[in-house]
């Protein structure tokens, strides 16, 4: 796990020489796709002990929900919306609105407990595009975090002030034509 590492400018027998803090990770494509690569990195992480969560906020279809999260391994929790299908439209039943909710409430709620030092966010700008999360909530979400807390996001289309606080933006797109 990639980390910002700070030197504090007095030490004290009481003190680490240095402290952890977390980075915003973004993962963007001009498509809604599945990012290997960054589940990888929640699996690689979360098999050296450390404990990750994955959120797919318009991902359905299995009847999962945040009380029913999928354990892989001892240390990763994969959790999505307790919806019949996947979100692809910003037009949601009223149920749907109050899985999202849920969904994104127990995300906000665990993250400041601080049960997980990294934690995706799968397709959250699609979300935030369909104005299911308002904007104002994930940059309150990133900024409040505990500070040892890696969060990656993902999905197209990431809105300027979520870019301009990460850490880290990459670009997946195709060199290729099909």
């Known amino acids: 796990m990639i980390a910002q590492l700070e030197t504090p400018t007095v030490h004290s027998p009481c003190q680490p020489p240095y402290t952890v803090e ?9 498509r809604r796709t599945f990012l ?11 098999g050296q002990g450390t404990p990750a969560l994955i959120v ?13 999260p999928v354990k892989l391994g001892q240390n990763l929790d994969w959790i999505r919306c307790n919806l ?3 979100i692809d439209t910003p037009q949601l039943d009223e149920s749907e609105n109050r899985s999202l909710q849920e969904l994104w ?10 049960q997980y030092s990294l934690v995706v966010l799968d397709e959250l700008s699609v979300a935030v595009e369909f104005g299911l999360i308002p904007l104002a909530e994930v940059l309150d ?13 993902t999905g197209s289309n990431m ?3 979520v870019l301009d606080v990460a850490d880290q933006i990459t670009e997946v797109r195709r060199s ?3």
């Open 36 to 46: 290997t690569s960054v589940m990888a990195q929640a699996l690689r992480v979360s």
């Open 84 to 86: 019949p299908r996947c």
């Open 105 to 114: 409430q127990h995300t906000r709620q665990v993250v400041s407990q601080g």
């Open 22 to 30: 977390g980075l915003v990770q973004v993962f963007t494509c001009s």
């Open 159 to 161: 809105p300027q002030p």
């Open 176 to 178: 290729h034509q099909m």
């Open 56 to 68: 797919q906020f318009l991902k359905g279809g299995i009847n999962q929900g945040h009380c029913h």
């Open 141 to 153: 979400f990133i900024q409040n975090r505990p500070k040892h807390v890696d969060v990656i996001l």
